[in-house]
């Protein structure tokens, strides 16, 4: 899932480039002495966008690997009780 959206902002930055490569050379300041882009970020943020959804994933892995240390906590209970249980029994 990431790994599409990751590769779904790589084509939108893509279109905005070709855009911005098509226009970076008529685009200029109310003076004509500067481009008004001179950045691909000027135009399409991607490498924010990269961030939230790499820091997305990083979030979502860190609520998974909590809920897997509950469940192995759950286990390790269940097993003690288990072997209390099998002790006392005998």
């Known amino acids: 899932m990431k790994a599409h959206q990751l590769n779904e902002n790589d084509k939108a ?3 905005f480039l070709a855009g911005l490569a098509n226009r970076m050379f ?3 300041n109310k003076k ?3 481009f008004l882009y001179k950045e691909v970020e000027d135009v ?3 490498s924010k ?3 939230n ?3 997305a994933f990083g ?6 690997a909590k809920e897997d240390l509950y ?4 286990r390790l209970q269940q097993a003690k009780e288990l072997v209390a249980q099998r002790k006392g029994g005998n």
Do not use: S, V, W
């Open 13 to 15: 930055r893509d279109i």
């Open 32 to 34: 004509g002495d500067k």
């Open 71 to 74: 469940e192995m906590q759950a």
């Open 44 to 46: 399409y943020p991607h």
């Open 59 to 64: 979030q979502e892995g860190k609520k998974e």
């Open 26 to 28: 008529k685009t200029m």
């Open 53 to 55: 959804i790499l820091g």
């Open 49 to 51: 966008n990269e961030k």
